[in-house]
């Protein structure tokens, strides 16, 4: 009963990039719902909308980082920064704040991309952290681009536009909020857009056909290197699969196989 209990805690313990994962997943579906609650309370601007969800993917950013003293200083200016002005921003809806607020934020996750991308491309074996990172790197990015759609739609009103299903620009378009700006971010990222949401500015234009060559280029990098890694480990003979599991488990199986090469 007591190895049961423990072993949630020694996952977490030992796989930070997926709890980091977990939140970015989390953010994703639940960012295009947001509009669902903007709809519902209509004092309630996008930005405040997804507070929730910025603040557990915050706390995950946090927490996977937090193994090295330097990173756990970044973490309480940075962080204890995007916490107080995202509860500010929601308390309170002025442009000026909500600006500072996104900058804080993409401030934040640009550094946390930093850390993570370092860990992953000096790793010298592939595990089942390392591609919980190198998937949350990606992911961060499509959440990141999306902080820097919503900035520019503040600055602009009007460079993004929703299309309606008739197919045909609305004379008054539905307000783009950031819940949607991240799941047009994630889809320009993965160049599946669904053509709901366009840009409608000659920066935005730009920005998104950067967006869409960075995801091309990040995955191309990605896969370069978790190749590069796993043909190290079979020339070195410290190839094995690449499985979920903590340590303790590791060495039980371990221990296993040595027994049926004993007997």
Not at 111 to 119: S, T
Request: net charge positive.
């Amino acid at each position: 009963m007591r190895e049961s209990r423990s072993k949630p805690a020694i996952l977490l313990q030992e796989y930070p990039f997926g709890v980091l994962l977990a939140s970015l997943m989390l953010t994703i579906v639940g960012a295009p719902l947001a509009t669902k609650f903007v709809a519902l309370i209509p004092k309630l601007h996008g930005q405040a909308a997804i507070a929730p969800l910025v603040l557990v993917l915050t706390v995950a950013a946090a927490y996977s980082i937090w193994s090295t003293a330097r990173n756990r200083a970044a973490f309480i200016f940075l962080g204890g920064l995007v916490v107080a002005l995202l509860c500010l921003s929601t308390l309170f809806r002025h442009d000026s704040l909500v600006a500072v607020n996104l900058v804080s934020q993409m401030a934040f996750l640009t550094y946390v991309i930093f850390v993570v991308v370092k860990v992953v491309f000096r790793a010298s074996l592939v595990d089942g952290n390392i591609l919980c990172g190198a998937a949350s790197v990606y992911l961060m990015i499509g959440v990141l681009i999306g902080f820097i759609y919503s900035f520019i739609e503040l600055l602009d009103p009007g460079s993004f536009a929703i299309i309606p299903p008739t197919g045909q620009l609305a004379p008054s378009p539905d307000k783009v909020h950031a819940g949607w700006l991240i799941y047009f971010s994630l889809t320009t990222l993965t160049t599946v857009s669904m053509g709901d949401i366009v840009p409608a500015t000659d920066i935005a234009r730009s920005m998104v056909v950067l967006e869409a060559v960075i995801g091309q280029i990040l995955i191309v990098l990605m896969m370069a290197r978790l190749v590069g890694l796993h043909v190290a480990q079979v020339s070195s003979g410290h190839n094995r699969p690449v499985a979920f599991e903590t340590t303790e488990g590791r060495q039980r199986s371990k221990e296993r196989r040595h027994g049926r090469r004993s007997g």
